[in-house]
């Protein structure tokens, strides 16, 4: 038997015999969130307070909400493994994530407050043809929210898997279960106001986590960090190149190109997610929009440079074997550095296990509750209220709508999610990256920035995007192909790329510059210039 087998299933066995106080700390973050989420539902009287918490929130608040929302099973998680298998390359993820930021900030937020309502597609819809124009947005925003969701599922099976010792296919389903009603009962119970609770909460209690795991880490290497970063190179077996580009996107010239479309997919990606755009209605103003992602920027900011801690950290304590027997794609090294930094044998070092992993089983619940609610808004608002009922919905129909839209996601999430428990929880996340910035990202800058834009320019550059993302990764590396794939026993792949977007966001621009000077309707002056003042001024916003 291999030490890194072994020392996997004695931290298997250290989980199963402090399994009461692992379940225990489970147990009270969720009872605390259902009493929040119940106190919230209490208190959601109106559509306003359904979609956007009653636009009560401040800057601040927000701030930590909108963290808690981005910060999801990938950021913690899947970084933490990316940088101790991959080292230098791993931690690229955190500065593409990051950098997201500013282009949300400089080229969304605060116009998006200005100008929507509840959803993406009330943006579009201000100055082209609603019917078709909310029909593809709420489509898109479906799309996206449950890939993610797909990502946020598959990460709650393996992490719960681990603490709690199971490794049957049914005992992982009811996991995936279990988050999917929790998320329901979130959502319908609580709205956008029980939502954005838990997801300050659940930012405090990650970002709490992550540095009290820092201060470990640095404190084991007497806060050294060239002593951290080489021992994390000599234990990885790399050597030097370790802490050197091209681990993992250096070997082929392919590889490279893959680097920069993830790049591009995760810097474009952030200002084109549903379940964030919505974040910014629930401010009472545009100043407090701008506000909330600076104080995003600063929280997610330190975050992300504490998985230099985390990442490196697992990397020059753990083995990679160990890591890669517990999980292939390293989504467990975070929990077993707690672990490790505990003692193996110690009840200390299942208190952290069981700590660690807590906030992260906090930080997915919190994320898919987000997803679910962006998902679910769209669908009543967009396609329920405004197609199917051609504005004629009351506000009460309308949130009945969501709330049965929530129930039929969540199923829908809890049956997907049951496959995909042993998938590649990032290749799904930059698939939700590179949707939201192929088809929803060019569409929300023509619609706020060009005057010419045209509601069949909106339609070719969703639908485009759409399809070519989601085309280009089912034939990709990440589905077939490849040990780490979806199906890695089958072989269908022929686009060489793990992400799309070097080839689907600029078609997604393309085919709504084209769409737009092929089009014979002619767009309205008036709506546009009266668009213009409402994203800039904010005048007349809701």
Do not use: C
Not at 230 to 257: I, Q
């Amino acid at each position: 038997m291999s030490p890194a087998i072994t020392q996997v299933q004695l931290a298997a066995g250290e989980a199963s015999e402090h399994r009461p106080l692992i379940i225990s700390l489970f147990a009270v973050f969720v009872v605390a969130t259902l009493v929040i989420t119940v106190w919230a539902g209490r208190q959601t009287k109106s559509a306003a307070d359904f979609y956007a918490g009653g636009r009560q929130f401040s800057a601040f608040q927000n701030g930590l909400a909108v963290s808690g929302d981005y910060m999801s099973a990938a950021s913690f998680l899947g970084i933490a493994g990316a940088i101790a298998l991959f080292g230098y390359d791993g931690f690229l993820y955190s500065i593409g994530f990051l950098v997201a930021w500013l282009v949300a900030l400089l080229l969304v937020a605060e116009p998006l407050r200005n100008s929507g309502r509840y959803t993406m597609g009330d943006v579009l819809a201000y100055r082209m043809r609603q019917r078709p124009v909310r029909t593809a947005a709420g489509t898109s925003t479906i799309v996206v929210s449950i890939f993610y969701l797909l990502a946020q599922m598959a990460g709650a099976g393996v992490l719960v898997s681990l603490l709690l010792g199971i490794t049957s296919d049914g005992g992982k389903v009811a996991i995936v279960a279990l988050v999917g009603v929790l998320m329901i009962v979130y959502v319908t119970i609580g709205g956008m106001k029980g939502t954005t609770w838990v997801q300050m909460i659940k930012a405090v209690l990650l970002i709490g986590g992550t540095i009290l795991i820092t201060f470990l880490v640095m404190l084991k290497f007497n806060f050294n960090i060239s002593d951290l970063l080489g021992s994390a190179a000599d234990n990885s077996g790399k050597g030097k190149s370790f802490l050197e580009p091209g681990l993992k996107y250096g070997a082929t010239s392919t590889s490279k190109v893959d680097f920069i479309s993830l790049g591009i997919a995760l810097v474009l990606g952030t200002a084109g997610l549903p379940h964030i755009l919505i974040r910014f209605y629930t401010v009472p103003n545009s100043k407090a929009a701008r506000k909330s992602v600076n104080w995003a920027i600063g929280i997610i900011g330190g975050f992300y440079l504490m998985t230099i801690a985390l990442g490196f950290g697992a990397a020059a304590l753990i083995k990679p074997e160990e890591i890669i027997a517990s999980n292939k794609a390293g989504n467990t090294a975070a929990p077993l550095l707690a672990l490790h930094l505990g003692g193996v044998d110690s009840t200390w070092g299942a208190i952290l296990l069981a700590t660690i992993s807590a906030v992260a089983f906090a930080t997915i619940l919190a994320v898919v509750a987000g997803l679910t609610l962006a998902s679910s808004s769209s669908f009543a608002h967009d396609i329920y209220a405004n197609v199917i009922r051609k504005g004629d919905a009351t506000e009460k129909e309308e949130v009945r709508a969501a709330r049965y839209a929530t129930i039929a996601i969540g199923v829908v999430s809890i049956g997907l999610g049951a496959l995909a428990r042993d998938l590649n929880v990032a290749g799904l996340v930059a698939l939700a990256f590179a949707v939201a910035a192929s088809a929803n990202l060019p569409t929300i800058l023509y619609s706020l920035f060009w005057k010419r834009f045209t509601t069949q320019g909106a339609l070719w550059s969703i639908y485009g995007g759409l399809v070519t993302a989601v085309g280009l990764v089912l034939f990709s590396p990440v589905v077939s192909g490849k040990p780490t794939s979806m199906f890695p026993d089958v072989d269908f792949h022929w686009f060489p790329l793990e992400n799309p977007g070097i080839i689907s966001i600029p078609v997604g621009f393309l085919l709504g510059f084209i769409g737009t000077l092929v089009s014979k309707e002619e767009p309205d002056a008036g709506k546009y210039a009266e668009l213009e003042v409402r994203s800039l001024t904010g005048t007349g916003a809701h």
